[in-house]
């Protein structure tokens, strides 16, 4: 079952080390606060050890059902007399949503208006050209902290080094502004566009997939030997990440400093009576 069309790991999908005893008193705090206590909470920070040869034996065998909006797939271990058996593995997006624990609903968009995203990216700060690429390098330290945990937890893709997706900045905007968004569909979305690459597919999400798989099989075999080592979130990296003074400082906005913060109706990005960008 090892042997398949899977190739390289994407080793994004990182946990993200956001204590807080390893956030406070930097500028990052009341962001960390945020994250830890955001509907994306436990997709950040769950310490899942991913074993490379159930992750691999899954995206290997996976498939999906239009018919009933499921993944399947196969997962081996050793039955009592130590011969080798496939279990049937199978998800939909709600059983994703579930062990994320993402807190979005079915009924919730997966689109969201350009015009709106970027009147967010301005609330943050942004310092780059409003129609160009959406780098972390052009927002203050705390906001370059919050995009840099998002997209490395979060993303298909490892990715480059500094530019955001549209829908990372998509999924940012609706947290900060306390707006519905689908995240379990989204990431349901690109594991099912995996599974069509056929014998192009990667190992992606490694930790939301061996999530997947402990909520089904509770007795797989786990070695040390065949622990996945990826380059998860620690203290190390928010230091890298906030190094060097910020030349302009921005200040937190939204459900960031007001967690009872309303959404702006339609695609708003603020109030219609607001004077602030700290509202």
Known sequence: MLNGPCGYIEK????????????KDIVVEEMAKFLRESRIGKALTNKTVVYESHVRTFWNSARYEESDKSIYSAIR??????KYVDLE??????DLRRVLELGDTENDPTIMSKRLAKG?????????????KMTKTSFSNA???LMHYVVHSLSHRKGAYDETSDYIMNIITSLMLNRHYNVSQLI???MKEN??????????????IMMMINDQFKDLPKRNDDILELRNMTTETITRVIKGDDERT???TCRISNPAYVAPENDKWRHENSSSDDE
Do not use: A, S
């Not at 593995?89 to 709600?94: A, D, E, L, T």
């Not at 967010?120 to 160009?132: D, K, P």
């Open 89 to 94: 593995m199978k998800f939909n997006v709600g």
């Open 143 to 145: 906001y370059k902290f």
């Open 77 to 82: 271990k050793k039955d009592e007399n130590g």
């Open 120 to 132: 967010m990216w301005c609330r943050m700060g942004f310092t780059g050209h409003i129609n160009g």
């Open 188 to 190: 349901f979305e690109y």
């Open 12 to 23: 994004g999908n990182v946990y993200c080390l956001l204590y807080e005893t390893n956030t």
């Open 250 to 252: 921005k200040r937190m």
């Open 195 to 208: 599974i069509k690459d056929g014998n192009d597919r990667c190992i992606m999400y490694p930790r939301c």
